[in-house]
């Protein structure tokens, strides 16, 4: 469409939804016009895109009325209400909620990993979980080239996974811990459950809620994502995972300490380091000599995903360790919905 695209973002006020325009604005995506859609609370907000500024609208269905593209991460129920809405009046759909990453219907989709999976979206295309994102970019050129039998994950995951009152409530915490007074936690672990926990200064072992098998269920969008996403099915059962994840008291950027077997057990870190030099989207800071690996301080606002401290088990053949980080709110979320946007758009999908 040489005149340019429709696009809405629906959830324009949110932490991932600024973000998303300024990553709309440096995509290759053609802009005709941008409507910035939120919560009745927050229309009437100016936001900037491309120097230009614009005015926030509360959504309503009629609001996706000639629309192309939409880029969406106004939480699960939000996406849920408006987003078939938004389909019906003919617009494709990017959506950074959970709301419908496990429908088999739905392609869920990291560009570097799973990109053919976009030919068969039927309007709604997922954003995985941030924290799976970056563990796929990390693992694919590994897998492809030597291949892969199973992952353990531990993620070390920033305050801001949680949303910016979240990030808010860390930053009053460290403040009031450090004048000596009491920290008062309101939000994490997470807002739905009866007791709240300081992160300032913690680690807090459970992200979203905890379910009867043991599991948060981060956990297990970890180990059911990444097998859609690798496999095309999330129950498959070629690849074992397994995670643990825990909330850290990082401002932004996630950190993952991976561990996977391989098959191919002739493969080395240097065979490792080789492919993944070459892997796309991926930055390899490795050099133990120097103490240069990679740190979610220096992840934060870069697109890539950070990878170091590649390791073999030497208990195990064919197993390794490594270290993967990135910015959750920007690969784990805009930045990868925006890419996933550019593909529809390369691929004349919409």
Same mark, same amino acid.
């Given at each position: ?7 809405? +973002? ?106 053919? &999976? ?55 915490? &460290? ?11 309101? +939000? ?11 992160? &300032? ?27 859609? +996403? ?22 932004? &950027? ?42 979610? +301080? ?53």
């Amino acid at each position: 469409m040489s005149q340019g695209y429709s696009v809405a +973002i629906l959830g324009a006020t949110g932490a991932v939804g600024r973000r998303m325009i300024k990553q709309l604005a440096q995509s290759t995506i053609p802009v005709k016009s941008l409507k910035l859609l939120a919560s009745s609370r927050s229309a009437g907000t100016e936001l900037a895109f491309k120097g230009q500024k614009l005015v926030v609208e509360e959504t309503t269905p009629e609001s996706f009325a000639g629309v192309d593209l939409v880029l969406s991460s106004a939480g699960g129920a939000v996406s849920k209400r408006f987003l078939p809405e938004a389909v019906k009046r003919g617009a494709v759909c990017v959506d950074n909620t959970s709301a419908f990453r496990m429908d088999p219907e739905v392609p869920l989709v990291v560009p570097e990993v799973n990109p053919d &999976a976009l030919a068969h979206h039927h309007g709604i295309i997922a954003n995985p979980n941030c924290s799976t994102i970056q563990m796929m970019v990390a693992l694919e050129p590994i897998r492809k080239a030597f291949g892969l039998k199973q992952i353990i994950v531990s993620t070390y995951q920033a305050a801001s996974g949680a949303g910016q009152s979240a990030l808010n409530e860390l930053y009053q915490e &460290a403040q009031d811990y450090l004048d000596g007074k009491e920290m008062h936690a309101a +939000i994490l672990p997470t807002k739905g459950e009866a007791k709240h926990y300081p992160l &300032a200064f913690n680690l807090l072992p459970q992200i979203d809620v905890l379910e009867d098998s043991g599991y948060s269920h981060e956990e297990w969008k970890m180990i059911h994502e990444t097998k859609k +996403i690798m496999l095309g099915d999330m129950n498959a059962k070629d690849i074992k995972v397994t995670a643990t994840c825990v909330r850290v008291p990082v401002p932004i &950027a996630h950190g993952e300490s991976v561990y996977f077997t391989v098959e191919d057990q002739t493969a080395t870190v240097e065979d490792l380091w080789k492919v993944l030099q070459k892997a796309p989207g991926v930055v390899l800071e490795d050099d133990i000599k120097h103490q240069v690996y990679p740190q979610p +301080i220096n992840a934060v606002g870069k697109r890539e995903t950070f990878v170091g401290r590649v390791r073999p088990d030497y208990e195990n053949p064919g197993a390794f360790n490594m270290w993967v980080v990135s910015d959750n709110l920007l690969k784990g979320a805009a930045w990868n919905t925006v890419q996933i946007a550019e593909y529809l758009v390369d691929r004349d999908l919409l």
